[in-house]
């Protein structure tokens, strides 16, 4: 099992991992979606939602950026940018595509580090 510093850059998540949160073995603890805000507003809001999301102690959320007109949203093109952040990587240690039934290219599983760790 891989043990990412506290300063490392968020990696993809282990397969085992999402495969569990696609099957809801794994709970999703926590959902935003993105939808209808504009690139800065949309970076600021997931920023906020992912620092309460971890100070609350949740281990995986969802967040829902829709797939935008002809798949070229521009959330979605940013998102990995975003979660891959310097100002997130204490927060962020995985992500991946999540599931269809959980919103398929559109959605995105993000697996949190523990508070402190």
Not at 46 to 51: G, P
Not at 74 to 93: D, F, K, M, P, T
Request: no cysteine.
């Amino acid at each position: 099992m891989r043990t990412p510093s506290a300063h490392g850059a968020p990696e993809a998540l282990e397969p085992r991992r999402q495969r569990r949160l696609s099957r809801e073995r794994d709970p999703i603890e926590a959902t935003i979606d993105l939808h209808g805000f504009g690139r800065f507003e949309a970076e600021d809001q997931l920023r906020a939602f992912l620092v309460g999301s971890q100070a609350r102690g949740l281990r995986a959320v969802l967040v829902v950026t829709g797939q935008g007109r002809r798949g070229g949203g521009v959330i979605r093109a940013s998102i990995q940018e975003w979660l891959q952040s310097h100002a997130l990587r204490g927060i962020v240690s995985g992500f991946a595509s999540a599931h269809r039934r959980h919103g398929g290219d559109g959605a995105f599983y993000v697996t949190l580090r523990r508070r402190g760790a």
